[in-house]
């Protein structure tokens, strides 16, 4: 009796002592581990040690900014949005997050659900009671909805502790400790091409890099103190070769020369040594069927986390010849017969999003094969290009025309070439190239016959057009290709092997004027295509 009376006494007097004990210790481990705060406090049940350690370690890392490429259905935004907006408001309630996706709409589901974890999940309430507004549990907070989260704190600012906004908001004034992107980039039904293939439309995809250009930059906190400035992650899909992951790749990651760069974390369906990822979930039976019923396009992109299938290109780089130097082989001593070329593709000045001139200058020797001299693409207005056909005039002697895309040629340039060649005294021809009613894909297509027999002789710095060549059909940007695509107008009969004959010498024991000038003639016509060779009205400077 007196051991169940000293039960009975000291029970009530230890046990909320434990309880309170217990809280902190989760309060603590909550703040300081993302994993824990996602699968003990907030219910992800089906996460596991690996891989979600690892993704939650990088999340939580200390660098500035982040930007995470994951496959689908590996809880990215369970603990990259949900979880780790939650976990800043628990290390410092002066913190604030903005959570920003490709439409407003989406960025207010994740508000929701952080709204709902709030208001009903127990756990987290008895976490941190004191976090949570009186007002909350009558349910009568005036700044407490699904697109803002108002949590008590004890600084004043006129943010609220948690945001939400689309790609296309316009936001000012404003300042966040954490911004937190999550898909700003996605893609609609519009964008779904033939064989389960998507392209994004590029103003899409332009409006999210000018969000984050003009935008975040404004919405940042800059301060002494590099660890008291704001976070900034980005955790999205990939959706092509020229998606906004690609933007962060190529201009802003983590160098040495940019110290302050994006951390960046690759987490696909497999590793680099080929293990899988999530070997509990997504098997490779389980990957089998994805590819099966999503096709591989979406396997590729969605899960494997590439910029393509690479068995969807449409120009192998196993197929790519290169050669160097300023002209082929056998031209300039003539053993060889070629035909030159100078296409142009105008940018198009009403679509901004399409606005670089492409031109390529290319030789075509008598089997059939295209050698690539000259490659350009470059955002410039009309007196660069007329600057830039001069060069190319001046620059090969035997080329006396520019090819250009015949509306384009009647509407932008019919005048002003004419007056550009009266001021400068450089003669010159313009062609129309006519589409005949084939897009610019259509057009490129042709190209693929030659290319994989090894027709197309490219140079290593031709860096843009191999680029291209190596992402179509999945690239918005196929300039230099489509003016390529054209030389196909020009070519007649089958792509042979190239085969070097030997000069053969005749013996003649006179050789009459006539004779002279007839070969003279002769020589004239193979060079430039016409009549007899002039050099009246040309400078070759």
């Not at 704190?153 to 609220?160: A, F, K, N, V």
């Not at 003669?427 to 290319?451: A, C, E, F, T, V």
């Amino acid at each position: 009796m007196v051991k169940t009376a000293q039960k009975t006494l000291i029970a009530p007097t230890i046990l909320p002592s434990i309880k309170k004990t217990r809280q902190t210790l989760d309060l603590h481990q909550a703040r300081t581990d993302l994993y824990f705060l996602g699968k003990e406090i907030l219910g992800y049940e089906d996460a596991e040690d690996v891989p979600h350690k690892e993704l939650c370690a990088f999340i939580e890392g200390p660098e500035q900014y982040k930007l995470l490429v994951g496959a689908r259905g590996i809880y990215k935004t369970s603990f990259g949005t949900i979880a780790r907006a939650i976990q800043v408001l628990l290390q410092d309630a002066n913190n604030r997050a903005l959570i920003v996706q490709n439409t407003t709409e989406n960025a207010c589901m994740s508000v929701s659900e952080i709204r709902d974890h709030f208001e009903s999940n127990e756990k987290l309430r008895n976490l941190c009671p004191g976090l949570i507004p009186e007002k909350v549990r009558s349910k009568k907070m005036t700044r407490w909805s699904n697109s803002a989260l108002q949590l008590n704190r004890p600084g004043i600012y006129s943010e609220p502790s948690i945001s939400a906004a689309g790609v296309e908001t316009q936001l000012a004034r404003r300042h966040y400790t954490h911004i937190l992107g999550d898909d700003v980039v996605a893609a609609s039904r519009d964008d779904l091409k033939e064989g389960g293939i998507i392209i994004l439309r590029p103003e899409e995809v332009e409006k999210a890099i000018g969000w984050y250009i003009l935008t975040m930059h404004g919405l940042s906190i800059i301060k002494r103190d590099r660890t008291k400035r704001t976070q900034v992650q980005f955790i999205v899909n990939r959706w092509g070769v020229k998606d906004f992951a690609q933007h962060i790749i190529d201009n802003h990651l983590k160098t040495k020369e940019r110290p302050d760069g994006f951390a960046y974390k690759v987490m696909g369906t497999h590793r680099e040594d080929g293990s899988l990822l999530w070997p509990g979930v997504l098997s490779e039976e389980e990957l089998d069927k994805i590819e099966q019923s999503q096709g591989s396009w979406m396997k590729s992109t969605q899960y494997d986390c590439k910029p393509y299938a690479p068995s969807d290109r449409g120009f192998q780089p196993d197929w790519n010849v290169y050669w160097e130097g300023k002209y082929p082989p056998g031209y300039e001593d003539g053993k060889r017969k070629y035909r030159i070329y100078a296409l142009m593709d105008i940018a198009d000045q009403l679509n901004p999003a399409n606005c670089k001139t492409a031109m390529v200058v290319l030789f075509v020797d008598e089997v059939n094969h295209i050698w690539v001299g000259e490659a350009i693409d470059e955002k410039i207005d009309t007196v660069a290009k007329l600057k830039l056909m001069r060069c190319m005039i001046n620059r090969y002697e035997d080329l006396n025309a520019i090819h250009i895309e015949e509306n384009l040629h009647k509407d932008t340039l019919k005048h002003v070439v004419k007056n550009d060649i009266k001021e400068h005294g450089i003669y010159y021809g313009i062609r129309p190239l006519k589409h005949k009613n084939r897009n610019k894909d259509s057009r490129i297509l042709r190209l693929q016959p030659h290319h994989e027999r090894g027709a197309i002789h490219i140079k290593k710095s031709h860096k843009h057009l191999l680029q291209q060549m190596r992402d179509f059909p999945f690239s918005g940007e196929k300039d230099l290709l489509d003016a390529l695509g054209y030389i196909m107008d020009f070519i007649r009969g089958p792509v042979t092997q190239i085969k070097l004959k030997k000069p053969e010498y005749k013996r003649t024991n006179s050789i009459s004027g006539k004779q002279i000038m007839e070969d003279i003639e002769k020589t004239s016509v193979i060079r430039w295509g016409g009549g007899p060779f002039k050099l009246q009205g040309r400078s070759t400077g």
